[in-house]
């Protein structure tokens, strides 16, 4: 059998084996389709307003963002940049009201084949991989809801071969 192969084989294994425990114990892991947006933004766009702390020390990272196309909940634009080795940075700008900020985490230590960051146009499900913060000792997947504007984390999946 080819290594590529084997190791396609492994980690299907390894996928099935995390699901299998994950049923078995009565934790879902949520899907995009759990929180569906009903109505996607088409109308005018506001400019970032990126005048107080922290939005202003990013102010050219998410005036740059709110230029592209929504990529989460319908209506915002989700936009990372790096801040160290293995540390990344996230910051939301909302299209139609103009508000822009920056995730009071710092996001580290993924490294797994997945991205860091999980998330759709049509859906207010956000997913991290890695740590919230340097020192935090979950590390894994976490799983979050736009709510009102404000990011709620609904989950946690623990990924036992980083800890």
């Known amino acids: 059998m080819s290594p590529l192969k084997c190791m396609?084989?492994?980690?299907?294994?390894?996928?099935?084996?995390?699901f299998a425990i994950a049923c078995a114990h009565g934790m879902r892991v949520p899907m995009f389709s759990?929180?569906?947006?009903?109505?996607?933004?088409?109308?005018?766009?506001?400019a970032p307003n990126v005048d107080e702390p922290p939005a202003r020390t990013f102010r050219t990272r998410l005036?740059?963002?709110?230029?592209q196309d929504i990529n989460f909940a319908g209506e915002y634009v989700f936009t990372t940049w790096g801040?160290?080795?293995?540390?990344?940075?996230?910051?939301?700008v909302n299209v139609r009201t103009g508000e822009a900020?920056?995730?009071?985490d710092t996001f580290?230590?993924?490294?797994?084949?997945?991205e860091w960051f999980d998330y759709r146009a049509d859906s207010r499900l956000l997913i991290v991989r890695g740590r919230l913060?340097?020192?935090?000792?979950?590390h894994g997947e976490h799983f979050f809801v736009l709510d009102d504007?404000?990011?709620?984390?609904?989950?946690f999946s623990r990924m036992p071969e980083y800890d």
């Open 34 to 46: 759990d929180f569906p947006v009903t109505d996607m933004y088409t109308g005018e766009r506001v």
């Open 83 to 92: 801040c160290g080795t293995s540390c990344a940075m996230a910051g939301l």
């Open 8 to 18: 396609t084989r492994t980690l299907l294994l390894g996928a099935i084996v995390y």
């Open 108 to 114: 580290c230590c993924w490294y797994g084949d997945d």
């Open 149 to 155: 504007g404000q990011l709620q984390r609904i989950h």
């Open 63 to 67: 005036t740059n963002a709110a230029a």
């Open 133 to 138: 913060g340097e020192f935090s000792e979950e």
């Open 101 to 104: 900020r920056v995730l009071d």
